[in-house]
């Protein structure tokens, strides 16, 4: 079965400070992979997926196919990137699987 | 607003009673997605539609709970006979396939089942 792994509920960091958010799963074949993000008060929103290799408000996140990985990276966290952060790869039929997520909490 | 909608945003109802929840999705947006999410965790699959037709039901979803999209458009999902265990956001989300499978989230309907 196909499975996400946030290991971390919480990051809690100051503004500046880098943000490496840890997504691991488990998938045969290859998968495609997002990370969602929630506001506060907003909707769930796409934030970016591995097969763009774009950049969003900063954020990057690199497909490590060896380590089932699939981090999110900011090197300059901002307090607007306070959110519930979702990695999620596609399952069958394209649903979403999504990990349990991982709150950043930006301090000033 | 174009967006994803659901209705009601908020429902409380006593254990044993059915609640009927609506979701409109994008105009165009031929596959729908319901997930359900418990408070700590993140959403998860419910069921799916391509158009009118329901092509994935997860073991979530017991006899209990039924989903319907008629016309391919709104999808509404039942739950007969609640119990307090469903109490949870439930999710709604749209995609068409050009739009490389970005899901399009509503903001959900929290039921609480006392």
């Known amino acids: 079965a196909q499975r996400v792994t946030q290991p971390e509920k919480l990051l809690s960091v100051f503004k500046g400070a880098p943000v490496e958010l840890k997504c691991n799963y488990s998938?045969?074949?290859?998968?495609?992979l997002f990370w969602y993000v929630q506001y506060s008060r907003q909707r769930l929103q796409l934030l970016l997926r591995h097969i763009s290799r774009e950049s969003i408000k900063g954020f990057t996140a690199d497909l490590n196919k060896g380590e089932t990985s699939f981090h999110l990276k900011k090197p300059f966290a901002q307090e607007e990137d306070s959110a519930m952060y979702y990695c999620a790869p596609l399952g069958g039929y394209n649903k979403l699987i999504f990990g349990a997520g991982t709150r950043l909490a930006v301090h000033p | 607003d174009t967006g994803v909608s659901q209705d009601p945003r908020h429902k409380i109802t006593k254990r044993g009673q059915n609640v009927t929840f609506r979701c409109d999705p994008i105009?165009?947006?031929?596959?729908l997605y319901w997930y359900r999410q418990t408070l700590g965790q993140g959403p998860e699959f419910l069921t799916y539609f391509q158009n009118e037709a329901q092509l994935e039901k997860s073991r979530l979803l017991s006899d209990r709970f039924s989903a319907e999209r008629p016309k391919g458009s709104f999808s509404t999902l039942e739950i007969q006979r609640t119990e307090q265990g469903d109490s949870a956001m439930y999710l709604c989300?749209?995609?068409?396939?050009?739009?490389?499978?970005?899901?399009?989230f509503g903001p959900g309907t929290r039921l609480l089942v006392l």
């Open positions: 989300a749209s995609t068409r396939q050009t739009e490389q499978e970005t899901q399009y």
């Open positions: 105009s165009e947006h031929n596959r």
């Open positions: 998938y045969s074949g290859s998968p495609e």
